[in-house]
């Protein structure tokens, strides 16, 4: 009890390809799990799947008890309405690999337009909320800079602010530091050490070991569509059982 | 010595008996480009929404208006509308109405063709962000995309309007007094091509002032791609 985000038995096919095949995982309130496992292994198409960025093919995901998605009798992944579908994906907060921030607003319009236009939330207090959260991600000065004038790890930043500007009770994370220089991936994995030290919940997907072993409080390893191993991360790292786990890890570690 | 400097001020003369004439050409030239560019600007959206919707009826209806107009020579379809309105449907039309008439529809489908390129090139990624934030699509397309669409499609959309000012020449086959026509009449009048040279002259400074404004908004755009603070 107490899961924000129940996911069980999602498959997800592309044409003759399983990318997901029989995922079951439950998150708690306040947990961190990181995803971790080679690419093409279906971490993120999982995560794209909590957010309907993907359809799955059958499969039943509940968001903080709201269900997203079940499968009828025969089979069939059913959907609500588009609108009703939206309002659940709103309780998730998504932040890409490529930032995916809206161009042609400042970042305090990026971070506010959702709360307002979506939630139709207050503007003043929206503004105030999203100054609020550009101190958290450590950005004040920029509110009226453009994301082109920001550095890549600056860009993440805001989006992290951005998606938690709509109060989700889950944030998504789909590789946040893949796309970044090595030597500015610590601004953003320090926000996201601060969010998990405040119990926000989250599912992170990334190739970060050491932000995987030091900040989860759960790893999952997928490999071929499926979660192969789980556990704690003193587990996974120092003690996996798997043999795909181990050559994985080894493989990481070589790099 | 003399001689010269008497034909030029001679030439003067000429310019200044036939100029008249050719500045009310230049109006209905003016007033034609203006008017098909206001109305055919706007009019370009719908059918590039159109165009890219999910639903076929309004898809195919869409595309065979892009495909008609687009695939037909205008000329061909200021004649059609021309003969064909107060034939087939007892309306009259004086030449100009008719003009704009055609203008518009023929452009319309020009820019309709530019900005489903502009919409279809923004990064998947701007679509998703919108949608993982609850953001519906109609919401999505106006907010998000369509601002965004507007820098890219500039130059092309300023590269059709200096096509327009050239096109604007055609109406005289329908009995438009516009520039090119009011030239003609003199050069044919008065067996001297000096016309030919100012009616030149004038559809420069208009493609001139139009490429002005054309970089103006282009500067005005691309605010936010601006680097540095």
Redesign the interface.
Known sequence: MGYILQMKNIVKRFGECYALNGVDLYVAKGETVAIIGPSGSGKSTLLRCV???EKVTSGEIIINGQTLVYTDKNGHAIYPK??QV??I??E???V?Q????????TCLQNIC??PI???RENKDKAIERARELLKLVGLPEKEN?????LSGGQKQRIAIA??LA?NPSIMLFDEPTSALDPEITGEVLNVMRNLAKSKITMLVVTHEMGFAREVADRVIFMDQGRIAEQGAPEEIFNNPKSERLQNFLKSILKI | MADFISSIISSFDYIKEILPALLEGTQFTVKLFALTLLLSIPLGLPFALGSISKFWPIKIICKTYIWLFRGTPLMLQLFFFYFFLPIAMDVRLDSFTTAVITFVLNYAAYFAEIYRAGIESIDRGQHEAARSLGVSKTRTMFDIILPQTIKRVLPPVSNEAITLVKDTALVSAIGVGELLKAARGAVNRDVNVTAYAIAAAIYLVLTFVLTLISRWLEKHFSKYEARGD
């Not at chain 1, 490529?98 to 607003?105: I, R, S, T």
């Open positions: 957010n309907r960025l588009d609108k939206r309002q994906c709103a998730t907060g998504m890409f490529h930032f995916n921030l809206f161009n042609h607003m337009y959702a236009k979506v939630k800079a453009y994301p082109a004038q951005r998606g709509m």
